[in-house]
């Protein structure tokens, strides 16, 4: 069973910075994939980026490319999303999710933290 703790949202300003941390337990294989996602209130929640276990090769919504940056360090098992030149329009809940190779949806969900980014 994987379990997954984020860290580091809060309130900023528009143009401000957030990095938010998503610790991991248990298997590596079940982590291969991790990703953050977003929902915003009265919207459905939406992928925002994801890294594989190489730490290479990411993906990210088109509305964050240039401005969020995915990594993880796989010595502890954490993901991590630097945010840069927030925007209003990114406040939502950001979850973190992982799943293994196998899986063709994420299986495991963080508990989510509270960005807001304020004009």
């Known amino acids: 069973q994987v379990q997954l703790v984020e860290s580091g949202g809060g309130s900023v300003q528009a143009g401000g910075f957030l990095r938010l941390s998503c610790a991991a337990s248990?298997?590596?294989?079940?982590?291969?994939?991790m990703g953050w996602w977003r929902q915003a209130p009265g919207k459905e929640r939406e992928f925002v980026s994801s890294?594989?276990?190489?730490?290479?090769?990411?993906h990210y919504i088109e509305s964050v490319k240039g401005r969020f940056t995915i990594s993880r360090d796989t010595a502890k098992n954490t993901a991590y999303l630097e945010m840069n030149s927030l925007k209003p329009e990114d406040t939502a809940v950001y979850y973190c999710a992982a799943r293994s190779i196998a899986d063709a949806t994420y299986r495991y969900w963080g508990q989510g933290t509270q960005v807001t980014v304020s004009s």
């Open positions: 248990g298997r590596t294989e079940d982590t291969y994939y």
């Open positions: 890294i594989r276990l190489n730490g290479v090769n990411t």
